[in-house]
């Protein structure tokens, strides 16, 4: 008999979940509305229901199910509780998730944040497999990070680490959701590019998707060129800081601007190159690369949270 776990990431939009066999293989996948204005307990409720349909699923098949991971939005402590949250998920914030669900699931239930879920996946079957350690950034709507060392996650005193989004490096910056000013997420995420592009290109009718900056960047645009030099160089600011903290064998950006591939990667690159020491920017062309799993990954890395345990 086969062992597989349910993996389940929680976003505001959508719950990502997935049987996920012992070798990281997608087994089954489904996607749901989180319809997150219903509160916690409907959030609760929900994923109950969806581990429940996995476990209908499995009675006809040979598999054997060892247990549930999820990965969610918010910073989550090492008891499995939500120590702070957006209101992208209203009510969350301080939800113990892993003792509200372990209550009224049978199976063992492990939680952990989502880009740490993103990290384990991209580390299992992704672009960080068979490296011990790496960084893993998630750019999106804010700035999500994960150092995976030992094959786990670095979670450190209290499982928040990796708020890279909100190291400063703007002092009296752009304000920031989190209450400070000149945090990285409010130049690197894409909400940031979105600004920025608003900001140079002057209400530019390509300039509201970052989709079509990058394709007028490419055309030869100056001010779209500009835009993506910008954009390039901020992220790479916050990476030469995350460089001289941990030394990583290889950074793992995912997200959308991802599918730019190498037009906004070499940028980066450079970026790097020209902000760090010497002997940190060796080899870093081989090094700063795009994750591979899309938006799958939360939910692998979050089955694999099972066999971690």
Same mark, same amino acid.
């Given at each position: ?16 979940s ?7 293989r ?55 509780? =939500? ?19 372990? &209550? ?23 672009a ?5 350690q ?20 670095? &979670? ?11 190291q ?10 989190c ?16 600004? =920025?592009?608003r ?13 079509n ?5 490419r ?8 835009i ?5 160089l901020?992220?790479? =600011? ?7 903290s941990?030394?990583p ?9 991802t ?9 980066? &690159? ?18 700063? =690369? ?5 938006n799958?990954?939360g ?11």
């Open positions: 008999m086969h062992q597989a776990a349910v993996g389940i990431d929680i976003g505001g939009t959508f719950i990502k997935g049987l996920i066999g012992s070798d990281g997608i087994l089954v996948q489904q996607s749901t509305p989180t319809e997150a204005a219903g509160g916690r307990e409907a959030l609760l409720s929900k994923i109950v229901q969806i581990v429940h349909g996995y476990e209908n699923y499995i009675s006809n098949t040979e598999l054997e199910l060892i247990g549930v991971g999820i990965g969610t939005a918010g910073y989550v402590n090492l008891e499995g509780e =939500i120590g702070s949250a957006t209101e992208s998920l209203p009510g969350w914030q301080g939800t113990p998730v892993k003792a509200e669900l372990q &209550r009224r699931i049978s199976l063992p239930v492990y939680v952990d944040n989502d880009v740490n879920a993103v990290a384990l996946g991209e580390s299992w079957t992704g960080g497999r068979n490296r011990d790496f960084i893993c950034l998630a750019l999106g709507t804010g700035v999500g990070g994960c150092f995976i060392y030992g094959g786990k996650p670095y &979670r450190g005193k209290s499982g928040y680490a990796g708020a890279y989004g909100h400063v490096i703007a002092m009296d910056g752009q304000p920031c959701a209450g400070l000013k000149g945090c990285w997420e409010q130049y690197a995420s894409v909400t940031a590019l979105k600004r =920025i592009a900001e140079m290109a002057k209400g530019a009718e390509w300039s509201s998707l970052p989709e900056v990058f394709a007028e960047a055309k030869g645009n100056e001010t779209a060129v500009s993506v030099d910008q954009y390039a901020y992220i790479s =600011i916050g990476i030469a800081g995350l460089m001289h941990f030394n064998t290889a950074v793992i950006i995912g997200g959308a601007v599918a730019q591939g190498d037009f906004l990667f070499d940028r980066i &690159r450079s970026g790097v190159r020209k902000n760090t020491m010497h002997g940190f920017a060796e080899q870093l062309d081989l090094t700063i =690369i795009p994750a591979q799993l899309g799958m990954a939910t692998v890395g979050a089955a694999k949270l099972v066999w971690l345990a």
